[in-house]
Structures are given as C-alpha cells and as structure tokens.
T-cell receptor
Framework: EPEVTQTPSHQVTQMGQEVILRCVPI?????FYWYRQILGQKVEFLVS????????KSEIFDDQFSVERPDGSNFTLKIRSTKLEDSAMYFC?????????????FGAGTRLSVL | ELKVEQNPLFLSMQEGKNYTIYCNYS?????LYWYRQDPGKSLESLFV?????AVKQEGRLMASLDTKARLSTLHITAAVHDLSATYFC??????????FGPGTRLSVLP
C-alpha cells in the first residue's frame, strides 16, 4: 500500500541552526501538507501546498519556515533558525482530493529536538 | 475561526463496556474525519464523514455526523485493550487544511 515517507525520523539540532525535514508524498497525490504536534498536544496545521505554491498557511508558519518541492517526488520543510519552541513532531501529509473527499495520509513523522 | 472540541479528553474504561466520544465544531462544515494515533506513532485514518446523517462502522467503532448540531460521535462497543490510543477528530472547513480537536486519550483496562 502506498505511504508517505519522512526522513529523518529524529533530528537533533542546536538552537539557531537550520533544519530541513524531508517528505516523499504518495505518488499520485497533488496536495501536500505539514503539521506539527508538540508533545502531548494537538496536531496543528502549518502549511498546505498545491501546484508548486503555498495555498494556505497558519500563523505558526512565519518567515522562519519555508516549503519546497525541489523535484517530482520530495516535499521539504525548512526551518531557518530553530528555536527551543520548535521542538515537536512534524508530520507530512498528502491527499488526492477525489469525490469530495480530502483524506489526508500522514507520514510517520520527524521528531525535532532543539537544544 | 474554526474551533474543534472533543470530550472527554481522557477516558479510562473497562474491557467490554460501551462509551461515546464527542466532537463539536464551531462553523459550518460537512466534512469530518476521525484519526487514531498510537503513542509515538503517526495518524491513521479511521472514518470519513461527508454528509449530515452519515454513519460509518468498522469493527467495534461507529462514527456519525450531525451537521446541524455541528457534532460528531465516535461510539465504542464492547471495548478491548487494542483500542487504547488517542482519537482525534478533524474538520475540513472548505479549505484544504484540517483543524484537529485536542484528542481523546482512551485507555481500555482489563
């Protein structure tokens, strides 16, 4: 069964460093998303991406964040200068939006620890 | 701004018992999704509810949607330990992103 894959599974970084989280969405999906989940809290939307551009973003997604689809398969989230409060689980999701359904399939997540 | 609430937030129940988790949301939507998350794991899609009165069942779980009341329920029948997880509802308000509820952490005790 096709799945969304994310790498790395765990990233440890120093405050102020740049990190890039990588995702390979399901191959025939056209809509891509990033969410984050601070430990023990709810899942929060960061950004959605369609047709090579951002379609929606939340207040969390400030100038420190950027997304890119550098080739036909990868979808990346970059945090330019990490802060302690960026420590969270980051989930990538993709969907096909068919028949009025937007079933988003989630990857296993990248746990980001900022020290 | 769309807000999604769930109750209870924590639920501890005995095996074999029935219980219902409630999901309320604040603005009009007819697309609601239920996900399950095991500790340290990703989100697994359980149900997609796309219209008023929609009811879906899978095993011991049944989900329903009342768009007029802006309420979805997830009913657990004869709970077993394997159902222990956190359950999230998510509402799609005609945008592309989901707004998730805070989650209900379910523990099923032997």
């Amino acid at each position: 069964e096709p799945e969304v894959t994310q790498t790395p599974s765990h990233q440890v970084t120093q405050m102020g460093q740049e990190v890039i989280l990588r995702c390979v969405p399901i191959s025939n999906h056209l809509y891509f998303y990033w969410y984050r989940q601070i430990l023990g809290q709810k899942v929060e939307f960061l950004v959605s991406f369609y047709n090579n551009e951002i379609s929606e973003k939340s207040e969390i997604f400030d100038d420190q964040f950027s997304v890119e689809r550098p080739d036909g398969s990868n979808f990346t989230l970059k945090i330019r200068s990490t802060k302690l409060e960026d420590s969270a689980m980051y989930f990538c999701a993709s969907s096909a939006w068919t028949g009025g359904k937007n079933i988003q399939y989630f990857g296993a997540g990248t746990r980001l620890s900022v020290l | 701004e769309l807000k999604v609430e769930q109750n209870p937030l924590f639920l501890s129940m005995q095996e074999g018992k029935n219980y219902t988790i409630y999901c309320n949301y604040s603005t009009t939507s007819d697309r609601l999704y239920w996900y399950r998350q095991d500790p340290g794991k990703s989100l697994e899609s359980l149900f997609v509810l796309l219209s008023n009165g929609a009811v879906k069942q899978e095993g011991r779980l049944m989900a329903s949607l009342d768009t007029k009341a802006r309420l979805s329920t997830l009913h657990i029948t004869a709970a077993v330990h394997d159902l222990s997880a956190t359950y999230f509802c998510a509402v799609d308000s005609y945008g592309q992103n989901f707004v998730f509820g805070p989650g209900t952490r379910l523990s099923v005790l032997p």
